[in-house]
């Protein structure tokens, strides 16, 4: 049997785990509660550093241009993402690091050069989040008005497909579309170990993600129902097989965990609703709402409280033994990983390492560090 490559995030963990929003202040939480994330170069370094030698898989940071408002401003301070991953790649060993991109902002000669640098830094181990746009926020700020929904994706292929050239190929070539007229383009060096990063999309409207099947490694999916994910990820599964390629497909959410099942319940209620940020959490559903298609009206509705918790993700609370069984259902599920945030990714992560990744070991979702 080969190794795992790039694409496997060089290990055989069935369910890979990743550390998501960290690069954001507040993280994915949007609360007032005292000990929320800073999102501080040194504490990202810092949990960067204890993520990788407990043997999480990858962190995945938010590309956020402006906060959200409300008495926290949720997540108004954010270290850029490429530059972010590159220091984090400089100083890890094993685990991959994405960096996320609004594809409307970068230019792709320039951003394609500015990931093949992060991952040569990394060894390989770098990997692209292409975000085709949502937030009109955001790139009001840019002076960049959004293109209709659908046609996004159909700017975002051909911006993907210079990149992907730029990395593979060495003879320059031209690209004359509805978006680009781009001539005589050539890179150098090429990715590390001349394979190219892994690419990941989330976009979650249908074109969202037929995007993300026909054209990236991994799609992440939204999650509210582990049944109703495990019928969505065979689906999606289903047309990569269709289009001869093999998908793999992602969940995020948020994780609570502490000794006992009352302690956890208990510090979601004090985070997410006593001391949520409910102005910010509002702005930022109304902006969803209106500007993403990944949900229904309905959902905002009824899960308001996951949007305070963690950006509206998977709820994952409990004592060392429900988290883990929860993960294990969303392995058994199908899901090739799961990313989620903390409130405080420094002070909770190591309760997480020492309680609920043995267990997962032990039931055979992953291998024990030393053996990958
Ligand atoms: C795991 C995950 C990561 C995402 N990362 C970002 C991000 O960093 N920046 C951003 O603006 N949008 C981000 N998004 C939003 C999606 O990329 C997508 O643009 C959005 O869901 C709207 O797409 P749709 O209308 O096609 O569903 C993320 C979504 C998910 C689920």
Redesign the pocket.
């Known amino acids: 049997m080969t190794a795992p490559g790039r694409y496997d995030l060089y290990n055989g963990n069935r369910l890979k785990l990743g550390l ?1 929003g960290a690069n954001c202040s507040s993280g994915r939480a949007a609360t007032m509660v005292p000990e929320r994330w800073s999102g501080s170069w040194e504490e990202n370094l810092a949990v960067a550093q204890l993520a990788d030698e407990a043997g999480i898989d990858f962190m ?5 241009w402006r906060g959200y408002g409300g008495a926290t401003n949720f997540e108004g301070a954010s270290l850029e ?1 490429i530059t972010w991953a590159t220091g984090l790649l400089a100083q890890t060993k094993r685990m991959s690091i994405f960096g ?1 991109v ?1 594809a409307p902002m970068y230019h792709p000669i320039v951003a394609a050069k500015q990931f093949v640098t992060a991952d040569l830094v990394g060894r390989g181990r770098f990997g692209l ?1 292409l ?5 009109q926020d ?1 790139f009001t700020m840019f002076g960049v008005q959004q293109r209709e ?1 659908d046609l ?2 159909a700017y975002g292929t051909d911006w993907l497909s210079i990149v992907m050239k730029l990395w593979t190929q060495s003879e320059p070539f031209d690209l004359q579309s509805e978006y680009f007229d781009v001539r005589g383009v050539v890179g150098e060096p090429k990715p590390y170990g001349g394979v190219r990063p892994m690419v ?6 249908p ?3 037929e995007f993300g099947i026909t054209n990236c490694d991994l799609l ?3 999650l509210h129902d582990v049944a109703v994910g495990a019928q969505d990820v065979a689906a999606a599964e289903a047309r990569g097989r269709e289009l001869g390629k093999r998908i793999r497909v ?1 969940a ?1 959410g948020f994780i609570v965990c502490r000794p006992t099942q009352h302690e956890a319940e208990e510090y979601l209620q004090y985070y997410s609703q006593d001391h949520a940020d409910w102005e910010a959490v509002d702005h930022l559903m109304t902006l969803n709402g209106f ?4 949900h229904t009206p309905e959902h905002f509705v009824q899960y308001r409280n996951r949007w305070a918790a963690g950006h509206g ?1 998977y709820p994952v609370v409990g004592d060392p033994d429900t988290v883990a069984r929860e993960l294990i259902r969303i392995a058994e599920a199908g899901f090739f990983g799961f ?1 989620f945030s903390f409130v405080n990714y420094l002070e909770e992560l190591p309760f997480f390492r020492d309680e609920v990744l043995p267990r997962l070991v032990a039931a055979g979702v992953r291998a024990d560090i030393e053996e990958n």
Do not use: D, K, Q
Not at 291 to 294: Q, V
């Open positions: 998501f995945l940071p938010i590309g956020r993402t996320t609004h989040n975000v085709c746009g949502w937030n955001e929904h996004r994706y990941m999309n989330a976009g979650a409207s074109v969202g993600r992440f999916i939204p992602c995020n500007y993403s298609r990944s993700g990313c």
